[in-house]
């Protein structure tokens, strides 16, 4: 059974940093894209960033590029997301999931930008 | 960025009865390879998103077979054939061809 358990969210003031942790089990971490979506409460889906099986490729949604890091460590099985220079809008629910269109989701982790 | 759109955004269904959701996408999903990149979620009350349908018209592992898509290049329907109560929540699709990944707004469904 595939599980994803992320961790790592948690109050920050604006311009803070954090870092993000998915542990991922029940699958070979290393044959899959990996994906980070979110959703700011009482919203929709937002797709984040995702990385290549490999770590060689990664992308990112336009308003965190340069802010935030996707970065995973295979021998871990671990997926990861450091954000930094936090703002407001980026308050929501982060969800680590499997896949390059996440097939499988975490049950996801609150981030609060907020003074 | 493809923007996709959803109608109608809220739908009261009564248990037994079919739904249909649409959705839009700005661009053509159609990619070079033959495949078309859409897909729908569902996001259960108080629950994280579940992969129902990839690729326009296929079931993900474990999706009951009531569900079903259909479409293409940019113009999608997701049905359920015989509503239940379980199947309320709010149902997003997803283009999958062009970065960033965009989702459509969300179709709320409940149950009369």
């Known amino acids: 059974e595939v599980q994803l358990v992320e961790s790592g969210g948690g109050l920050v003031q604006p311009g803070g940093s954090l870092r993000l942790s998915c542990a991922a089990s029940?699958?070979?971490?290393?044959?899959?894209?990996m994906s980070w979506v979110r959703q700011a409460p009482g919203k929709g889906l937002e797709w984040v960033a995702n990385?290549?099986?490999?770590?060689?490729?990664?992308y990112y949604v336009d308003s965190v590029k340069g802010r935030f890091t996707i970065s995973r460590d295979n021998a871990k099985n671990s997926l990861y997301l450091q954000m930094n220079s936090l703002r407001a809008e980026d308050t929501a629910v982060y969800y680590c999931?499997?896949?390059?269109?996440?097939?499988?989701w975490g049950q996801g982790t609150l981030v609060t930008v907020s003074s | 960025d493809i923007v996709m759109t959803q109608t109608p955004l809220s739908l009261s269904v009564t248990p037994g009865q079919p739904a249909s959701i649409s959705c839009k996408s700005s661009?053509?999903?159609?990619?070079?390879?033959?495949?078309?990149?859409l897909y729908w979620y569902l996001q259960k009350p108080g629950q994280s998103p579940q992969l129902l349908i990839y690729?326009?018209?296929s079931r993900f592992s474990g999706v009951p077979d009531r569900f079903s898509g259909s479409g293409s290049g940019t113009d999608f329907t997701l049905k359920i054939s015989r509503v239940e109560a379980e199947d309320v929540g709010v149902y997003y699709c997803?283009?999958?061809?062009?970065?960033?990944?965009?989702f459509g707004p969300g179709t709320k469904v409940d149950i009369k």
């Open positions: 997803m283009q999958g061809i062009h970065l960033p990944l965009t």
């Open positions: 690729e326009v018209s």
């Open positions: 661009q053509s999903l159609l990619h070079s390879d033959g495949k078309t990149y």
């Open positions: 990385i290549k099986q490999d770590g060689s490729e990664k």
């Open positions: 999931a499997r896949g390059y269109i996440a097939a499988d």
């Open positions: 029940g699958f070979t971490f290393s044959s899959y894209w």
